[in-house]
């Protein structure tokens, strides 16, 4: 059964810090793997989309890396704004449905 | 381009009723799936829906029902509501699920009183 765990599951910095959010998934038969950002009391927001067979996604601020065979991803976030702060989830599909982590609830601090 | 419409946005039912909500996916995406957020457990997965079939069924009483439209829009059903419904349910529209991205709706707050 595959699990995802995301770690921290809260992080404070001060605006224009470089931070890194941690996701890994215990089954490495996966088709790929997605970050979301999450508001308060809102749906989830795709960030980055990884295939099974990339290394890793850019958007913007954000750069998403995989290494499947480790069961491990990272969301590195530069220079952050208080606008980034969210909590954060990534999901992983395979055989199932998508499953989520927990999220990583992120505070940017002015 | 329209994203995933939900509604009502906001619900609150007694213990005991019922309730559907709805899904619109994005034009063109056959499949839905829905999800049960709450704060202890996360997002939990109820069920898929593709070409107005059900693929897959998550670990959810059989309370929890749903369906799919030719149009692939689809409706969930929570029969007799319980406290522990109380969530934030949430669709997903995809082009073929667990292969392609995913875009979720903004949600239906259900509270159970």
């Known amino acids: 059964k595959q699990e995802v765990t995301q770690i921290p599951a809260a992080l404070s910095v001060p605006e224009g810090e470089n931070l890194v959010l941690n996701c890994s998934f215990t089954?490495?038969?996966?088709?790929?793997l997605q970050w979301f950002r999450q508001d308060p009391g809102k749906g989830l927001t795709s960030l980055l989309l990884?295939?099974?067979?990339?290394r890793e996604q850019t958007s913007g601020r954000l750069n998403a890396s995989l290494d499947k065979s480790s069961g491990r991803s990272t969301l590195y976030i530069a220079a952050s704004q208080p606008g980034d702060s969210a909590t954060y989830l990534c999901?992983?599909?395979?055989?199932?449905?998508?499953?989520f982590g927990k999220g990583t609830r992120l505070s940017v601090i002015a | 381009k329209a994203g995933v419409t939900q509604t009502p946005r906001y619900l609150i039912k007694t213990r005991g009723q019922q309730v559907t909500l709805s899904c619109s996916p994005i034009?063109?995406?056959?499949?839905v799936s829905w999800y049960q957020q709450t704060p202890g457990q996360g997002l939990q997965f109820l069920f898929e829906y593709f070409s107005e079939t059900q693929r897959n069924k998550g670990n959810f009483p059989g309370r929890f029902s749903g369906r799919q439209f030719s149009n692939s829009r689809s409706e969930m059903n929570v029969s007799t509501l319980e406290l522990g419904d109380s969530a934030l349910y949430l669709c997903?529209?995809?082009?073929?699920?667990?292969?392609?991205?995913?875009?979720f709706g903004q949600g239906t707050r259900l509270t159970v009183v």
């Open positions: 999901a992983v599909s395979g055989n199932t449905p998508l499953v």
């Open positions: 034009s063109g995406h056959r499949s």
């Open positions: 089954d490495s038969a996966i088709y790929n």
């Open positions: 990884i295939q099974s067979s990339q």
């Open positions: 997903a529209s995809s082009l073929e699920s667990g292969r392609t991205e995913a875009f």
